[in-house]
C-alpha cells in the first residue's frame, strides 16, 4: 500500500526580487512501511517539501499545483479541519530546528503532557509516558527535568526531546527533518536503531531528511536526491549508492569526506553555484555545474527508470552514455 | 610555538532542575556543565571539540567566548585572564574572539535583513567610518551567497543559508580566534567542503585559530590539528588528530569513533556499545565517571578515579586500563 503519493507539485515563494519557484514537479511515493531518505543541497526544497505535506507553508508561498495524496485523500483539497483531523493523528514531524516544536514559555514536562490530549488516560499515566520517553531517548534524570524549560537543554537534547514528542502520537508517517544532526555518533547510532525498531513496532513509514550521507545509508530503504527544487533521482539506497546515475548524486558523493580516507585540507567541491530560482536557466538544472554536459543539455531531460527500482532525470541515460 | 588560548581548569556552573526537593535530596544546589577544563590553542591551529551531546561543550565555548561566566580557573588569551573581566575591559577582546552559534535561525535576529545582520558587529563596535553596503557585499561573497540575500530576513532563508550568514557575522571583524558550535550543521556536503576550505584559507592567510565544536567525525579528521574528547564535563581524552583517529584508547573515545555510520549501505560495522544510560549531573558516578556506560568496567573503576595517563607526542586520558 502506498501511504503518500506526492504528484507533480509545484510550490512558488513571493519575493521582492519576483517569484522563487522553490519546488517544481515534484513527484514520488512513500510505501507502508518504508524509510525513504531525502538528500540534496542545502537550499533545494526539502524543508519546503515538507511544510507542504503538514500545510505549514509560509505566508508567501504559493502551492501552485500538484496533489498530494494521504492514505488516500488529496489533502492539498481538503478544508482546514479536515486536513488537521488527518495529520493530527496520521502525521507527525521532527523540525529541522528543535525551538520550531518548542514552545519557549512553557515547560518541557507541559509540553509533553499536551501532546498527549487525544488519549483519555489519566493525568499521572500521562507523566508517566513522557517519563518513559524521554528515557528511550537517552535523557537523564527525565523526572526532574520535566519542570525546566527549553533552553535549560543543550542543543542535541532539545533535539531528543523533540524526537520523544514526535514518537509519542504513534504516527503512520513520521517526518524527520535533520532530526540528528546536533547528536554525537553514539546517541545517533542509538536513536537510528530506535526509531528503526518503533518502525517494525507501530508499522509507520518515515521521510528522512538528512546530509550526512552515512546516516541515509545505514537507515533508509530508498533515497530521493534533490537538486534546485527537482528531484532528479530517486531509487533504492543500495543502487543509488554504489551506482549513482545521475551526475548530481556522483558529485555529491564525491564530496563526501566519509569517503576519503586521506587527511586532505582542501576538501572536494561542486565547482559553481546553485542557480537562481527567480530567474530560472532553460534546460537540464544542473547543466551549468555538470562535468558531462552534451548539447541535448539545452533542453529539459525526462525522468528516466534505469531499472525498476531506480530513476534518474538525465540526457545521458538516454543516449546510453551513463 | 605560542599559546593563543590557554584555558586551566575551567568550571561553569548552573542551578540545579527540580528546586527544593532535588537539592534537600543532593544536598547541592548547582550541577557542573563545565568540570575542570584544560586544554590550549596554538596560534594558527584548529583545536576541535567532540563528545557526548550535553557533556559541556557549548557552555565551555560561551565561557570561553565571554558570553558565560565561569566558576572558577582561568582563560588566557594573549596571557591576560579573561574570567572575571569586566564588561568594558572585555569589549576590547570581543572583536578578537567571535562566535559562530550553534542555532542557526534560533541566533539571527527575526527582525532584522540578513544585510543588518551581518554588519551589526560594526555597529556593535562603535565602528562608523565604514561603507556597510560594501561590507556586506564583501561579506555575502565570501561565504557564497548571492547579493539578493541582503534584503531578505530570516525565516526566508534555508537552513544551510542561515549557517553561512552566522559565518559572514562571525567574520566581519576580522577576529583572531574564531570559536565554531558545530559550523556545518545542515549544510550539504558540497558546501560544507567551500565554508571549511574558506575557514582554512582564511587560516593560512591571517593566522586564524579556531576551536571548532561538532559532531561530525568526518570532518574533524580533515580539519584539526589537534582534538580533545568531552565526557560529563571533562576533558578525557586529548591528542593530534591523527593519534586519536589511528590510536584512540579511551573507551568513550573508542565508542564514538566506531559509532560513525558509513556512506555505504552494504557496510559492516564492529561498533563498542555503550550500556546504560546517560549519567546524571546532579549525583555524578562515582570512580571514573565513565564507568556506569563502559563497556570494560571494572571494579576498580567504581571506586577510583583513575590518573590522567600521558603516552608520547602529548597524546593523554583518564583510563585504568588503556
Ligand atoms: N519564506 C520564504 N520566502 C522566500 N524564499 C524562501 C522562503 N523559504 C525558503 N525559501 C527559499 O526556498 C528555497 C528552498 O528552501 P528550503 O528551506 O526548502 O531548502 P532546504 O532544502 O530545506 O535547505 P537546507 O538543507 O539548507 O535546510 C531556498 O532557496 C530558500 O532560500
Ligand atoms: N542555561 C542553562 N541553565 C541550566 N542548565 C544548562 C543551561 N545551559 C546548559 N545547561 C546544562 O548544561 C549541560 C551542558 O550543556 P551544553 O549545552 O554545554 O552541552 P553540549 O555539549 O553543547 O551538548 P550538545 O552537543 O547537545 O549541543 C546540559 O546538562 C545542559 O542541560
Ligand atoms: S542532463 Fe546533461 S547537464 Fe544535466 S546532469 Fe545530465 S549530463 Fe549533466
Ligand atoms: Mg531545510
Ligand atoms: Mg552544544
Same mark, same amino acid.
Request: proline share 5%.
Given at each position: 500500500?502506498?501511504?503518500?503519493?506526492?504528484?507533480?507539485?509545484? /510550490?512558488?515563494?513571493?519575493?521582492?526580487?519576483? @517569484?522563487?519557484?522553490?519546488?517544481?514537479?515534484?513527484?514520488? @511515493?512513500?510505501?507502508?512501511?518504508?524509510?525513504v531518505g531525502? /538528500?540534496g543541497?542545502?537550499?533545494?526544497?526539502?524543508?519546503?517539501?515538507?511544510?507542504?505535506?503538514?500545510?505549514?507553508?509560509?505566508?508567501?508561498? /504559493?502551492?501552485?499545483?500538484?496533489?498530494?495524496?494521504f492514505?488516500?485523500?488529496?489533502?492539498?483539497?481538503?478544508?482546514?479541519?479536515e486536513?488537521?483531523?488527518?495529520?493530527?493523528?496520521?502525521?507527525s514531524?521532527?523540525?529541522?530546528?528543535?525551538?520550531?516544536t518548542?514552545?519557549?514559555?512553557?515547560?518541557?514536562g507541559?509540553?509533553?503532557?499536551?501532546?498527549?490530549?487525544?488519549?483519555?488516560?489519566?493525568k499521572?499515566?500521562?507523566?508517566?509516558?513522557a517519563?518513559?520517553?524521554?528515557r528511550v531517548?537517552?535523557?537523564?534524570?527525565?523526572e526532574?527535568?520535566?519542570?525546566?524549560?527549553?533552553?535549560?537543554?543543550?542543543?542535541?537534547?532539545?533535539?531528543?526531546i523533540?524526537?520523544?514528542?514526535?514518537l509519542? /502520537?504513534?504516527?503512520?508517517?513520521?517526518?524527520?527533518?535533520?532530526?540528528?544532526?546536533?547528536?554525537?555518533?553514539?546517541?545517533?547510532?542509538?536513536?537510528?536503531?530506535?526509531?528503526r525498531?518503533?518502525?517494525?513496532?507501530?508499522?509507520?513509514?518515515?521521510?528522512?531528511?538528512?546530509?550526512?550521507l552515512?546516516?541515509?545509508?545505514?537507515?533508509?530503504?530508498?533515497?530521493?536526491?534533490?537538486?534546485?527544487?527537482?528531484?532528479?533521482?530517486?531509487?533504492?539506497?543500495?543502487?543509488?549508492?554504489?551506482?549513482?546515475?545521475?551526475?548530481?548524486t556522483?558529485?555529491?558523493?564525491?564530496?563526501?569526506?566519509?569517503?576519503?580516507k586521506?587527511?586532505?585540507?582542501?576538501?572536494?567541491?561542486?565547482?559553481g553555484?546553485?542557480?537562481?530560482l527567480?530567474?530560472l536557466?532553460?534546460g537540464?538544472?544542473?547543466?551549468h555545474?555538470?562535468?558531462?554536459?552534451?548539447?541535448?543539455?539545452?533542453?529539459?531531460?525526462?525522468?528516466?527508470?534505469?531499472?525498476?527500482?531506480?530513476?534518474?532525470?538525465?540526457?545521458?541515460?538516454?543516449?546510453?552514455?551513463? | 610555538?605560542?599559546?593563543?588560548l590557554?584555558?586551566?581548569?575551567?568550571?561553569?556552573?548552573?542551578p540545579?532542575?527540580?528546586?527544593?526537593?532535588q537539592?534537600?535530596?543532593?544536598?547541592?544546589?548547582?550541577?557542573?556543565a563545565v568540570?575542570?577544563?584544560?586544554?590550549?590553542?596554538?596560534?594558527?591551529?584548529?583545536?576541535?571539540?567532540?563528545?557526548?551531546?550535553?557533556?559541556g561543550?557549548?557552555?565551555?565555548?560561551?565561557?570561553?567566548?565571554?558570553?558565560?561566566?565561569?566558576?572558577e580557573?582561568?582563560?588566557?588569551?594573549?596571557?591576560?585572564?579573561?574570567?572575571g573581566?569586566?564588561?568594558?575591559?572585555?569589549?576590547?577582546y570581543?572583536?578578537?574572539?567571535?562566535?559562530?552559534?550553534?542555532?542557526?535561525?534560533?541566533?539571527?535576529?527575526?527582525?532584522?535583513?540578513?544585510?543588518?545582520?551581518?554588519?551589526?558587529?560594526?555597529?556593535?563596535?562603535?565602528?562608523k567610518?565604514?561603507?556597510?553596503?560594501?561590507?556586506?557585499?564583501?561579506?555575502?561573497?565570501?561565504?557564497?551567497?548571492?547579493?539578493?540575500?541582503?534584503s531578505?530576513?530570516?525565516h526566508?532563508?534555508?537552513?544551510?543559508?542561515?549557517?553561512r550568514?552566522g559565518?559572514?557575522?562571525?567574520?566581519?571583524?576580522?577576529?583572531?580566534?574564531?570559536?565554531?558550535?558545530?559550523?556545518?550543521?545542515?549544510l550539504?556536503?558540497?558546501?560544507?567542503?567551500?565554508?571549511?576550505n574558506?575557514l582554512?584559507?582564511?587560516?593560512?592567510?591571517?593566522?586564524?585559530?579556531?576551536?571548532?565544536?561538532?559532531?561530525?567525525?568526518?570532518?574533524?579528521?580533515?580539519?584539526?590539528?589537534?582534538?580533545?574528547?568531552?565526557?560529563?564535563?571533562?576533558?578525557?581524552?586529548?591528542?593530534s588528530?591523527?593519534?586519536?583517529?589511528?590510536?584512540?584508547?579511551?573507551?568513550?573515545?573508542?565508542a564514538?569513533?566506531?559509532?560513525?555510520?558509513?556512506?555505504?549501505?552494504?557496510?559492516?560495522i564492529?561498533?563498542?556499545?555503550?550500556?546504560?544510560?546517560?549519567?546524571?549531573?546532579?549525583?555524578?558516578?562515582?570512580?571514573?565517571e565513565?564507568?556506569?556506560?563502559?563497556?570494560?568496567?571494572?571494579?576498580?573503576?567504581?571506586?577510583t578515579?583513575?590518573?590522567?595517563?600521558?603516552?608520547?607526542?602529548?597524546?593523554?586520558?583518564?583510563?585504568?586500563?588503556?
Open positions: 500500500m502506498t501511504i503518500l503519493d506526492v504528484r507533480n507539485l509545484s /510550490v512558488d515563494y513571493e519575493t521582492e526580487q519576483g @517569484t522563487l519557484r522553490a519546488l517544481r514537479d515534484v513527484s514520488f @511515493t512513500i510505501e507502508d512501511n518504508k524509510i531525502v /538528500v543541497e542545502s537550499g533545494c526544497g526539502k524543508s519546503t517539501l515538507i511544510s507542504s505535506i503538514i500545510n505549514l507553508l509560509a505566508n508567501n508561498a /504559493v502551492l501552485s499545483s500538484g496533489e498530494i495524496i492514505q488516500g485523500k488529496d489533502i492539498v483539497r481538503l478544508s482546514e479541519d486536513m488537521r483531523d488527518i495529520l493530527g493523528v496520521g502525521v514531524i521532527i523540525f529541522q530546528d528543535p525551538m520550531q518548542h514552545n519557549p514559555v512553557l515547560t518541557v507541559r509540553q509533553m503532557m499536551d501532546i498527549q490530549y487525544r488519549d483519555k488516560t489519566s499521572e499515566k500521562k507523566k508517566e509516558a517519563i518513559d520517553m524521554l531517548v537517552g535523557i537523564p534524570d527525565p526532574s527535568r520535566l519542570s525546566q524549560y527549553p533552553h535549560e537543554f543543550s542543543g542535541g537534547m532539545r533535539q531528543r523533540a524526537i520523544a514528542m514526535a509519542m /502520537v504513534k504516527p503512520s508517517l513520521l517526518i524527520a527533518d535533520e532530526p540528528t544532526t546536533a547528536l554525537d555518533a553514539t546517541l545517533e547510532v542509538q536513536i537510528i536503531e530506535k526509531l525498531e518503533l518502525q517494525g513496532k507501530i508499522n509507520c513509514s518515515i521521510l528522512f531528511i538528512s546530509h550526512h552515512g546516516v541515509i545509508a545505514e537507515l533508509c530503504d530508498e533515497v530521493i536526491v534533490m537538486y534546485a527544487g527537482e528531484i532528479v533521482e530517486h531509487g533504492d539506497v543500495r543502487d543509488v549508492f554504489h551506482n549513482a546515475r545521475h551526475p548530481y556522483q558529485a555529491l558523493f564525491a564530496c563526501d569526506p566519509g569517503r576519503i586521506e587527511k586532505s585540507k582542501n576538501l572536494p567541491t561542486i565547482k553555484s546553485i542557480p537562481n527567480i530567474d536557466p532553460s537540464c538544472i544542473f547543466k555545474r555538470c562535468t558531462q554536459r552534451i548539447s541535448v543539455c539545452d533542453t529539459s531531460p525526462a525522468m528516466h527508470r534505469v531499472s525498476e527500482k531506480q530513476q534518474a532525470k538525465c540526457h545521458l541515460l538516454t543516449q546510453g552514455k551513463n | 610555538m605560542t599559546a593563543l590557554r584555558v586551566s581548569n575551567a568550571v561553569v556552573r548552573f540545579v532542575p527540580g528546586g527544593l526537593m537539592n534537600m535530596l543532593f544536598r547541592k544546589n548547582f550541577i557542573e568540570s575542570g577544563v584544560s586544554f590550549s590553542i596554538e596560534e594558527g591551529q584548529t583545536y576541535a571539540i567532540v563528545g557526548e551531546s550535553g557533556s561543550k557549548t557552555t565551555l565555548a560561551r565561557a570561553v567566548a565571554g558570553l558565560h561566566h565561569a566558576d580557573g582561568s582563560i588566557l588569551y594573549e596571557d591576560v585572564d579573561l574570567v573581566l569586566a564588561e568594558k575591559q572585555f569589549k576590547k570581543r572583536r578578537h574572539i567571535s562566535m559562530m552559534f550553534q542555532d542557526p535561525v534560533g541566533c539571527l535576529s527575526p527582525r532584522l535583513t540578513i544585510r543588518s545582520i551581518i554588519t551589526e558587529p560594526f555597529k556593535i563596535q562603535g565602528i567610518n565604514k561603507d556597510l553596503d560594501a561590507e556586506a557585499k564583501r561579506l555575502l561573497e565570501m561565504v557564497g551567497l548571492s547579493l539578493d540575500f541582503a531578505r530576513y530570516p526566508q532563508i534555508s537552513g544551510g543559508q542561515a549557517r550568514v559565518v559572514a557575522r562571525a567574520l566581519a571583524l576580522n577576529p583572531k580566534l574564531i570559536i565554531a558550535d558545530e559550523p556545518t550543521a545542515g550539504d556536503v558540497s558546501i560544507q567542503g567551500e565554508l571549511l574558506l582554512m584559507s582564511l587560516q593560512d592567510k591571517m593566522g586564524l585559530s579556531m576551536m571548532i565544536i561538532t559532531h561530525n567525525l568526518n570532518i574533524v579528521k580533515h580539519i584539526s590539528d589537534k582534538m580533545g574528547i568531552m565526557y560529563l564535563g571533562k576533558i578525557v581524552e586529548e591528542g588528530t591523527e593519534d586519536i583517529f589511528t590510536n584512540p584508547k579511551h573507551p568513550y573515545t573508542r564514538l569513533l566506531s559509532a560513525n555510520p558509513e556512506p555505504d549501505p552494504d557496510a559492516v564492529d561498533r563498542i556499545r555503550l550500556v546504560g544510560e546517560p549519567p546524571s549531573l546532579i549525583q555524578r558516578p562515582s570512580g571514573c565513565f564507568h556506569t556506560r563502559c563497556p570494560f568496567a571494572k571494579d576498580k573503576c567504581v571506586t578515579a583513575p590518573q590522567v595517563t600521558t603516552s608520547h607526542a602529548n597524546h593523554s586520558y583518564s583510563c585504568h586500563y588503556s
